[in-house]
């Protein structure tokens, strides 16, 4: 169907932005591959490797280049001083043989999907001419049904730096049978493939490395990349420094914040209670209220670390209302990780029986949606939370009502309550008002308490890239070319020193089984990514953040950012996340002095 869209002029010109490329991947007549020691699991070692017999145990990967004078010679160490990896060069080379290559987007979208198909494009055409992209529509479906289209240049110029996953579309379907896996293999086989990239989170990863394990013991020529994408930021750790979209969606929502910080300051009267993003992790939180400064920020790994009650995070959060109030200043702004709930240890315990007690196939959950009036839902969980345990049914009996049916409804593809749904931003405005009712300064002050929520989660995720995802993911689909003409089976795509300019971003890969370890989903261990979730003990994130918390909770320290910018001085259109500038280099100023 042809789309009805209208180009704008931010749009052309979007389009027309050609992404700078790091030096060392711009020419691919000279690439060199160097290989790092054999590489563990990030837990349950032994059990990842049973499952993972053909591509457990393979070395780093980094790419040099020998027409490019840098560092990447035989024996160099990696210039990140936390992997501190020394590199041998190998004989292994990039084919330039004609390749046929496919390439699927699984999961939510995030900005600068179409980016990373475009540099897998580019350098696809640049190893050979003849060589082919198919574009698999729909997500992974699209692989299990043999369901695709031909990228050709014309089709991706339309494409170019936007947002969205528009171009072939995405999905959450799940490649887990056997004989998912075999109708998949089939696909490649049909084909004729030689890879197959799969741009995805931690939990598509995971899927490209059962893959890329089942093709291999298939003697299957076709093998399989994953490239990092997904905007909650919990996808990254010391080899990959950041997942695409990330940074993207915190600058978009920090717009939209100090937005409603000016706001609350003009109007005066109003606390906004913004839940974001990040059901797992609070990265994206952490990092908006770096960029914004709010008055509150809940850290939900820091409520799990220090073991925090519901009311001990309320309680602290109306001693800052009321302080704040007293000083003259009823108003503010409070940022919300959607998952927080989760991070409160009493919470979670409910929230896990929830999980498991109304899991996909069991009695109760099929008893649940028996009933007609949800009044007589909560009734029958009231009772099974009665009889298992008091704690869990005085922990949900305290949230309101339409909490409590949120936490009953339909879960997600991981068998987990949609944390989305849950308006935990109105049970936090509930209870501030409550308790604000019963402290008799505030009272005395004749302060009255006004709360209003907010929600920003998919407003992030089609953007516009920022220029640094832009060439950040344009950057991640020439290596994933590059990994393919290597015959690298089961790596993710690598781009680092990420805090410097464009041209100096390094490249390589690292085996995805090294980021794995095992985890109960639907009640069953499964091999999974690790998630990466907020340092509370050593981060230099959190710790430049706990350092100024206070007086942005007093005071008003608001940062008015604007929208993101995409022309004029690199200063401003290039600058990293301060996610990966605060882990480098320990400060958030850019560009560098070196």
């Given at each position: 169907?042809?789309?009805?869209?209208v180009?704008?002029?931010?749009?052309?010109?979007?389009?027309?932005?050609?992404?700078?490329?790091?030096?060392?991947?711009?020419?691919?007549?000279?690439?060199?591959?160097?290989?790092?020691?054999?590489?563990?699991?990030?837990?349950?070692?032994?059990?990842?490797?049973?499952?993972?017999?053909?591509?457990?145990?393979?070395?780093?990967?980094?790419?040099?280049?020998?027409?490019?004078?840098?560092?990447?010679?035989?024996?160099?160490?990696?210039?990140?001083?936390?992997?501190?990896?020394?590199?041998?060069?190998?004989?292994?080379?990039?084919?330039?043989?004609?390749?046929?290559?496919?390439?699927?987007?699984?999961?939510?979208?995030?900005?600068?999907?179409?980016?990373?198909?475009?540099?897998?494009?580019?350098?696809?055409?640049?190893?050979?001419?003849?060589?082919?992209?198919?574009?698999?529509?729909?997500?992974?479906?699209?692989?299990?049904?043999?369901?695709?289209?031909?990228?050709?240049?014309?089709?991706?110029?339309?494409?170019?730096?936007?947002?969205?996953?528009?171009?072939?579309?995405?999905?959450?379907?799940?490649?887990?049978?056997?004989?998912?896996?075999?109708?998949s293999?089939?696909?490649?086989?049909?084909?004729?493939?030689?890879?197959?990239?799969?741009?995805?989170?931690?939990?598509?990863?995971?899927?490209?490395?059962?893959?890329?394990?089942?093709?291999?013991?298939?003697?299957?020529?076709?093998?399989?990349?994953?490239?990092?994408?997904?905007?909650?930021?919990?996808?990254?750790?010391?080899?990959?420094?950041?997942?695409?979209?990330?940074?993207?969606?915190?600058?978009?929502f920090?717009?939209?914040?100090?937005?409603?910080?000016?706001?609350?300051?003009?109007?005066?009267?109003?606390?906004?209670?913004?839940?974001?993003?990040?059901?797992?992790?609070?990265?994206?939180?952490?990092?908006?209220?770096?960029?914004?400064?709010?008055?509150?920020?809940?850290i939900?790994?820091?409520?799990?670390?220090?073991?925090?009650?519901?009311?001990?995070?309320?309680?602290?959060?109306?001693?800052?209302?009321?302080?704040?109030?007293?000083?003259g200043r009823?108003?503010g702004?409070?940022?919300?990780?959607?998952?927080?709930?989760?991070?409160?240890?009493?919470?979670?315990?409910?929230?896990?029986?929830?999980?498991?007690?109304?899991?996909?196939?069991?009695?109760?959950?099929?008893?649940?949606?028996?009933?007609?009036?949800?009044?007589?839902?909560?009734?029958?969980?009231?009772?099974?939370?009665?009889?298992?345990?008091?704690?869990?049914?005085?922990?949900?009996?305290?949230?309101?009502?339409?909490?409590?049916?949120?936490?009953?409804?339909e879960?997600?593809?991981?068998?987990?309550?949609?944390?989305?749904?849950?308006?935990?931003?109105?049970?936090?405005?509930?209870?501030?008002?409550?308790?604000?009712?019963?402290?008799?300064?505030?009272?005395?002050?004749?302060?009255?308490f006004r709360?209003?929520?907010?929600?920003?989660?998919?407003?992030?995720?089609?953007?516009?890239?920022?220029?640094?995802?832009?060439?950040?993911?344009?950057?991640?689909?020439?290596?994933?070319?590059?990994?393919?003409?290597?015959?690298?089976?089961?790596?993710?795509?690598?781009?680092?020193?990420?805090?410097?300019?464009?041209?100096?971003?390094?490249?390589?890969?690292?085996?995805?089984?090294?980021?794995?370890?095992?985890?109960?989903?639907?009640?069953?261990?499964?091999?999974?990514?690790?998630?990466?979730?907020?340092?509370?003990?050593?981060?230099?994130?959190?710790?430049?953040f706990i350092?100024?918390?206070?007086?942005?909770?007093?005071?008003?320290?608001?940062?008015?950012?604007?929208?993101?910018?995409?022309?004029?001085?690199?200063?401003?259109?290039?600058?990293?996340?301060?996610?990966?500038?605060?882990?480098?280099?320990?400060?958030?100023?850019?560009?560098?002095?070196?």
């Amino acid at each position: 169907m042809q789309s009805k869209c209208v180009e704008t002029l931010v749009g052309k010109l979007r389009r027309e932005f050609k992404p700078r490329i790091p030096t060392l991947v711009e020419s691919l007549s000279g690439i060199e591959i160097s290989v790092g020691p054999k590489t563990s699991a990030m837990a349950e070692a032994k059990e990842i490797e049973r499952l993972f017999p053909l591509s457990y145990g393979q070395p780093v990967v980094d790419i040099g280049n020998k027409n490019v004078k840098d560092d990447s010679s035989a024996e160099r160490k990696s210039q990140n001083k936390d992997t501190d990896i020394a590199f041998t060069k190998t004989d292994k080379k990039v084919s330039t043989a004609a390749l046929r290559i496919g390439v699927v987007l699984s999961g939510g979208c995030a900005s600068g999907g179409h980016n990373v198909i475009c540099g897998l494009f580019d350098a696809l055409k640049e190893l050979n001419k003849d060589s082919v992209l198919l574009g698999f529509t729909g997500g992974p479906k699209g692989v299990m049904i043999n369901r695709f289209v031909e990228l050709t240049a014309d089709f991706l110029d339309a494409y170019r730096n936007t947002g969205g996953f528009d171009m072939i579309q995405s999905g959450r379907d799940k490649i887990s049978t056997q004989e998912q896996m075999a109708a998949s293999l089939k696909t490649m086989a049909d084909n004729n493939l030689d890879g197959l990239v799969v741009i995805g989170g931690d939990d598509s990863n995971t899927n490209a490395a059962v893959l890329a394990e089942f093709f291999a013991k298939n003697k299957s020529k076709c093998t399989v990349v994953g490239i990092p994408k997904t905007i909650d930021g919990d996808l990254q750790n010391e080899y990959i420094e950041m997942s695409f979209g990330f940074d993207t969606a915190v600058k978009t929502f920090a717009e939209m914040i100090s937005n409603i910080c000016r706001d609350a300051v003009s109007a005066a009267k109003t606390w906004h209670f913004v839940k974001l993003m990040g059901r797992d992790a609070s990265q994206v939180t952490l990092d908006v209220a770096l960029q914004t400064q709010p008055n509150l920020s809940l850290i939900g790994e820091e409520i799990q670390s220090e073991n925090l009650l519901l009311h001990d995070v309320t309680e602290n959060m109306v001693n800052i209302i009321e302080e704040r109030a007293l000083q003259g200043r009823n108003y503010g702004v409070v940022l919300i990780p959607e998952g927080v709930i989760q991070f409160i240890p009493s919470m979670k315990v409910l929230i896990d029986f929830l999980n498991e007690t109304l899991k996909e196939g069991s009695k109760h959950l099929e008893e649940v949606e028996k009933l007609p009036e949800l009044s007589d839902k909560i009734k029958y969980v009231r009772d099974i939370l009665g009889k298992d345990s008091k704690t869990n049914l005085s922990n949900f009996d305290v949230l309101p009502r339409d909490i409590q049916a949120q936490l009953l409804l339909e879960r997600d593809p991981h068998g987990n309550i949609q944390m989305s749904q849950v308006p935990i931003e109105q049970l936090f405005i509930q209870i501030c008002d409550q308790k604000l009712r019963r402290r008799a300064k505030y009272v005395a002050s004749k302060t009255k308490f006004r709360g209003q929520g907010h929600f920003f989660g998919y407003d992030g995720r089609s953007c516009y890239p920022s220029n640094f995802d832009a060439q950040y993911c344009n950057a991640l689909g020439r290596v994933g070319t590059l990994l393919i003409a290597s015959g690298m089976n089961g790596y993710m795509a690598r781009v680092y020193d990420l805090e410097h300019d464009v041209k100096r971003w390094k490249c390589g890969a690292i085996p995805i089984t090294m980021l794995m370890n095992i985890e109960i989903r639907h009640g069953k261990p499964k091999p999974v990514i690790k998630k990466c979730l907020v340092d509370v003990e050593n981060g230099k994130k959190f710790s430049y953040f706990i350092k100024r918390r206070d007086d942005w909770a007093v005071d008003d320290c608001y940062r008015y950012l604007g929208p993101i910018q995409f022309f004029g001085p690199t200063a401003l259109t290039d600058v990293p996340p301060f996610n990966v500038l605060l882990k480098k280099t320990n400060d958030v100023k850019w560009p560098l002095n070196k």
